[in-house]
């Protein structure tokens, strides 16, 4: 039997490379015979360039290793490589299902889609998981890197955007890995994308009080506004908290027992006395307490009209009132530590990040004092 590299062109100036087997391999257990093997490695047709040129010149040294590895598999009756494809799963349907489970919210479930349509552009619509390797993963790494987003044919996808579809894709590979359609948790030899720290914005105590004294035409968004800015809890978990939640002890005053809609940890959060009075007067256990709130683009209409009525040109969304019960109990005195714990944060890295616009904040009001030498000059000049 003798196994030979071919290429085939195919669209986009493309020339796809196979393997020829004569005569043709047959299935022992379903008797069908097949005579290729595509390995998903493409040449440029008309190189252009240095770069285009060196990929066509390891590529073909790259398929050429593959095509002497599978004659010695065949001589040693070895047909794994080959028969092993046709019992594999559809790696892009088992990546939608994954997609279509993470519901926790609309942000998320929308982060993995998009993902999801990333993949499919990158392996032209077929993907099993016999065609995932170290190769493949690391090809979808530098395609994320350098394409261009979906949206735009000329703005590239930011880092953070990178970074996320990557770790989507991560979560899909060891996810298969586990159910045993993977031989190997590639993921493991890999880097990740690395998250570009982004501004997280955040009200003052001053601005705070300013919304507080501000009417909003949405009462419930007010509520539940403040509510977060003083309990710091996510729009996810405040949209299912209900009566029966908030308790009370004469040990440890006001606090929630519930469960984490992102983490799906559950938590004991104790929260001021203020937050439960502006709730109002309590209803049935069972019932939600922001029953009547909803995301939209009303409400967030109605959330900047409301920032604006009270001075503040910040862009304010819901999450930074997260943000905000995050920054004053720092910029307050309270250690890193329990902060993070009651953000109910994985790591304290993440709690960090707040804690760097707590010292930014500090440095840039030390750096208010003028000079005092520029100061005692101006003074003598006045007299």
């Known amino acids: 039997m003798k196994v030979t590299l071919r290429q085939k062109k195919i669209s986009k100036g493309r020339i796809s490379l196979y393997l020829d087997f004569y005569p043709p391999l047959v299935d022992p257990e379903t008797k069908k015979s097949t005579r290729r093997e595509f390995l998903k490695l493409y040449l440029y047709e008309k190189p252009k360039g240095v770069f285009e040129k060196q990929h066509n010149k390891e590529t073909k040294i790259q398929a050429q290793s593959i095509c002497s590895a599978r004659q010695l598999d065949i001589q040693a009756s070895r047909f794994d490589f080959i028969f092993k494809k046709s019992k594999?799963?559809?790696?892009?349907?088992?990546?939608?299902?994954?997609?279509?489970?993470?519901?926790?919210?609309?942000?998320?479930?929308?982060?993995?889609?998009?993902?999801?349509?990333?993949?499919?552009?990158?392996?032209?619509?077929?993907?099993?998981?016999?065609?995932?390797?170290?190769?493949?993963?690391?090809?979808?790494?530098?395609?994320?890197?350098?394409?261009?987003?979906?949206?735009?044919?000329?703005?590239?996808?930011?880092?953070?955007?990178?970074?996320?579809?990557?770790?989507?894709?991560?979560?899909?590979?060891?996810?298969?890995?586990?159910?045993?359609?993977?031989?190997?948790?590639?993921?493991?030899?890999?880097?990740?994308?690395?998250?570009?720290?982004?501004?997280?914005?955040?009200?003052?105590?001053?601005?705070?009080?300013?919304?507080?004294?501000?009417?909003?035409?949405?009462?419930?968004?007010?509520?539940?506004?403040?509510?977060?800015?003083?309990?710091?809890?996510?729009?996810?978990?405040?949209?299912?908290?209900?009566?029966?939640?908030?308790?009370?002890?004469?040990?440890?005053?006001?606090?929630?027992?519930?469960?984490?809609?992102?983490t799906d940890r559950p938590q004991t959060h104790n929260i001021p006395e203020q937050a439960v009075t502006i709730l109002g007067y309590p209803k049935a256990p069972d019932q939600k307490i922001f029953e009547g709130l909803k995301y939209s683009a009303w409400m967030n209409l109605k959330l900047s009209e409301w920032v604006m009525r009270a001075g503040i040109t910040k862009k304010i969304t819901f999450h930074c009132f997260r943000h905000t019960y995050a920054t004053l109990q720092l910029s307050l005195g309270t250690d890193i530590y329990t902060v993070s714990k009651m953000l109910n944060h994985k790591t304290l890295k993440t709690t960090q990040i707040y804690a760097k616009v707590i010292d930014q904040r500090r440095k840039e009001a030390a750096e208010r004092i003028p000079d005092l030498s520029e100061a005692s000059y101006q003074l003598k000049i006045s007299r």
């Open 88 to 262: 594999q799963i559809d790696f892009l349907h088992f990546f939608k299902k994954l997609a279509n489970s993470k519901w926790d919210s609309d942000g998320n479930h929308g982060n993995w889609m998009s993902a999801y349509k990333y993949l499919v552009r990158f392996s032209h619509g077929q993907c099993t998981t016999a065609d995932i390797n170290l190769q493949f993963c690391e090809d979808f790494k530098k395609y994320l890197e350098t394409t261009h987003s979906l949206k735009s044919k000329t703005r590239k996808l930011s880092q953070n955007s990178q970074s996320s579809y990557f770790s989507k894709f991560s979560v899909a590979i060891e996810e298969a890995f586990k159910k045993g359609y993977l031989e190997e948790n590639y993921m493991l030899k890999i880097d990740r994308i690395k998250q570009k720290e982004t501004v997280r914005e955040f009200l003052t105590l001053e601005e705070l009080k300013a919304l507080f004294n501000t009417e909003c035409e949405s009462q419930e968004l007010k509520k539940a506004a403040i509510f977060s800015a003083l309990t710091g809890l996510r729009w996810s978990d405040l949209i299912n908290l209900t009566w029966k939640e908030i308790q009370y002890s004469e040990i440890n005053g006001y606090f929630i027992r519930f469960i984490h809609e992102k």
